[in-house]
Structures are given as C-alpha cells and as structure tokens.
C-alpha cells in the first residue's frame, strides 16, 4: 500500500476544509508508454484498496484486469478506516482524533480526491473505471465530474441514487451503533457491539432469503438453541469489528444516503444520465435486494448505448464480487469488443 498527502486544503462540498488529507492507495502493473492502459477500481462500503485481495477472481495475474496488461490503481476512500483520512484521523486544530467530529463526506468529495491522486500519478486517460455498489456511485459520478478523461465505464449492483429502502437500511444501523453506550466515546473502540449490530442488519441485505436457507439451515431438527443461521450472523459481526470502525461506518453510510447523481444538477437522473458518454457496461444480480435489477435497467436506459447483462445468482447483492467467474466472463467479452 502506498500513501499521498496532499497539503494544499481540501474543501469539502459542505464548505469544510482539510489543511491536508493521505489518501492509501495501491497500484498493480506498469503504466504503459502511452499511459493508456490505466483501470480504476473504486471500491464499497468497508473494502480497501487492495482490490487484488478482495476482488480475486477479477483483478490480478492471469484475470481479466490483469496487471500485466494493465495500470491498476484502487484508492481508499475518504472517512474509511485503512489509512485515508478518516474519522480516527489526527484533527490538526485539537491534536486528537476526529472521532465523532469528523465531517460528513459526499461520493463527490471522494470522488475529487480520487482526482487529486490521478493528477499525482501523472494519469491523463483511464480507460476503465469501474466499482460495485458504493463503488458505482463513484464510478459514475466520476464520469459526469471529470468526463474526458474517463473512456469506459463498469458498473455493477448499483443505482443513480440512494433509494428509500437503501437510506431506511442504513438509518437502522446507524440506530444500532447508536444505541451501543459507548458510541460518542473518545476510543477508537467506541460502539463497536453497535457496528456488530450494524453488520448483521446488513447481512440481511447484501444477501437474501434463498441463500441464507440454502447455506444455513441446521440439520438437526431437534435444536432449540444454536442455531447455524445465527452463528454465521454473531461471525460476519466480529469479523467486521476487528478489521473496520464505528465512527468510519456511521459516516459512510451517511455519504450512501446522500448519493444522487442528479443533485445540483436540475433534479432529473434521466437527464445527467444522458449525458454520460463513456462506453457502458452495466452488471445486475437476480436476487439483489438491496440494489435490486430495477436500478440498474434504469440506468441501462437512460445511459446512451449502454450494454447490461443480468446474472442468474442466489448470492444476492454480494453476488457482485462473489460471482467473479461469470462477471469476468462478460466484462472479457465487452472489453474485446470495444
């Protein structure tokens, strides 16, 4: 992993500004002479910027990103909790971490640092942007804010716009964590029984009904206790809390919620959708709830030319990187043809 600062201030759209913000990053591959073989993965909700690692299958030797084609670049997102300024980050005005002072943060603001580390890369052209859920959003906000510089376009189990179900979902784990009594605390560990409480209203979402029958259902029909279905859930919890933050998930589900593509820009996603110019490519998952087949058909239509292959999963909305097979199989297929 590899690291930028910049220090030139950083304004937010809300009017906050960083003296200076570090930005985690990681890079595979050679940037070519030409500089046009860049791919820009932009990752979700509590991945890092080792796409390697959690997108195997699609990114690395012998896949269909591979580095030894391509310049890949993944950036840690604002507020998140893998090294770039984020919510447990040093306040230079107070000498302590933010902790709940931590500004709230738009994908446009992520978005725009992105820029700030393609300008310091000496990256011009990318050929390929591309993210999944959280990660679309800025994919595609991308596209619109800087829209010559970016040639393709992946997108996958993602939508123009937070929905209702989306915010609603984010609003009951943000209640979870906030019920944890030691949320607001100066710790680090502060509400983390609540983010494990966040993460299994999450589960819920990023996978569905069939799958969870299907994988965990007990065979002994004579338990009353102890359920597989449960200890999964109480698993996915402690496993996040021991990697991720509170304070870093209460605030990137707020900068979910405010995701609107056409915000600032005339109120009408049809509209800004139109506009976008980029070769598309758009990936849904059968038996996503949380992001289900609607948004993406939506932005199929409404993006000129865009191509959209809908895959046949039960994994839900995890199905965007669990289903690295096929996804590689059609994203091969559409790069080939461009």
Request: a negative charge; one cysteine or more; charged letters at 15%.
């Amino acid at each position: 992993m590899n690291s930028f600062k910049y220090t030139n201030g950083f304004t937010l759209e809300s009017g906050f500004v960083f003296p200076a913000i570090e930005i985690a990053y990681s890079t595979y591959g050679t940037l070519n002479a030409d500089k046009s073989n860049v791919v820009w993965i932009c990752h979700a909700l509590t991945a890092n910027s080792d796409a390697a690692d959690w997108w195997k299958g699609v990114v690395g030797e012998g896949h269909v990103i591979d580095p030894a084609k391509y310049f890949i670049v993944c950036a840690n997102i604002l507020g998140s909790a893998y090294g770039t300024t984020g919510p447990l980050s040093t306040d230079p005005h107070t000498q302590q971490p933010y902790y709940s002072n931590f500004p709230l943060i738009t994908v446009r603001d992520m978005v725009n640092a992105h820029i700030l580390l393609r300008k310091h890369l000496g990256i011009e052209k990318i050929f390929l942007a591309m993210g999944g859920s959280m990660g679309g959003y800025q994919a595609m906000e991308w596209c619109v804010m800087e829209k010559p510089v970016i040639e393709n376009l992946l997108l996958l189990a993602t939508s123009a716009s937070e929905s209702a179900w989306g915010i609603a979902t984010h609003t009951a784990q943000r209640l979870s964590i906030e019920a944890d009594g030691s949320w607001n605390t100066a710790s680090a560990a502060a509400g983390a029984k609540g983010l494990k409480a966040a993460r299994a209203i999450g589960m819920l979402t990023y996978r569905n009904y069939g799958i969870m029958v299907q994988q965990q259902t007990d065979s002994d029909h004579e338990k009353t206790d102890h359920f597989k279905a449960s200890s999964y859930i109480n698993y996915q919890g402690d496993k996040l809390v021991q990697r991720f933050n509170a304070y870093s998930y209460w605030h990137l589900t707020k900068t979910m919620d405010s995701h609107n593509i056409a915000r600032g820009r005339g109120g009408h996603a049809e509209a800004v959708l139109k506009d976008i110019t980029q070769r598309t490519l758009i990936i849904g998952i059968s038996s996503d709830i949380l992001c289900p087949l609607v948004e993406q058909r939506f932005l199929a239509m409404h993006i000129p030319g865009a191509a959209m292959i809908e895959i046949d999963s039960d994994y839900g909305h995890d199905g965007f990187m669990v289903e690295s097979k096929i996804i590689s199989e059609h994203l091969g297929q559409w790069l080939a043809s461009l």
